[in-house]
T-cell receptor, first 111, second 114 residues
């Protein structure tokens, strides 16, 4: 079956540090890939997406590139802020609207 | 648009009581999803609907859980009887036609069963 594996959290960084959260997937075929973010006390919201190999999704300074050869979709940001503290979920889907989520990675940014 | 609206935001009940969670999806969206989130199990998809019809309920934990979508603007998730292990945050999400995996989540209902 389809699955998503994320790096274990929690991740704690200082403000302005470089961020990478690893995500790999297992799927038959070529899914669309997503990063969702959940701020404290809120529901998840879409951060970025990519629909085919080599596509780069970007939003709010975050980026992720769809790598078919390594089945990966790692999330990166060059300089994190305290306001980026949240839980980040990697996910995939095949267009049937149902998303397969990873377990989530909790990120805390220290001033 | 007001987004996906869930009610109540918090629910505290005693074991054995019936609990009903409510969701109003975004107008025009034809998919509706119910999720449960706990520290132990993470985010779990319970059931989802397309055009008010249940498509996949394989995530519903047991017969105590039921979900309905009587029309395009309203859905309920009912637990009867409730148990302490049902304590969690329950999210509703909706998706537009051909949304391609983009789901819009409500703020959630935090359920505590004592």
């Amino acid at each position: 079956g389809n699955s998503v594996t994320q790096m274990e959290g929690p991740v704690t960084l200082s403000e302005e540090a470089f961020l990478t959260i690893n995500c790999t997937y297992t799927a038959t075929g070529y899914p669309s890939l997503f990063w969702y973010v959940q701020y404290p006390g809120e529901g998840l919201q879409l951060l970025l997406k990519a629909t085919k190999a080599d596509d780069k999704g970007s939003n709010k300074g975050f980026e992720a590139t769809y790598r078919k050869e390594t089945t990966s979709f790692h999330l990166e940001k060059g300089s994190v802020q305290v306001s980026d503290s949240a839980v980040y979920f990697c996910a995939l889907n095949f267009g049937n609207e149902k998303l397969t989520f990873g377990t989530g990675t909790r990120l805390t940014i220290i001033p | 648009d007001a987004g996906v609206i869930q009610s109540p935001r918090h629910e505290v009940t005693e074991m054995g009581q019936e609990v009903t969670l409510r969701c109003k999806p975004i107008s025009g969206h034809d998919y509706l999803f119910w999720y449960r989130q706990t520290m132990m199990r993470g985010l779990e998809l319970l059931i989802y609907f397309n055009n008010n019809v249940p498509i996949d309920d394989s995530g519903m934990p047991e017969d105590r859980f039921s979900a309905k979508m009587p029309n395009a603007s309203f859905s309920t998730l009912k637990i009867q009887p409730s148990e302490p292990r049902d304590s969690a945050v329950y999210f509703c999400a909706s998706s537009p036609p051909a949304g391609g995996g983009i789901q819009y989540f409500g703020a959630g209902t935090r359920l505590s069963v004592l």
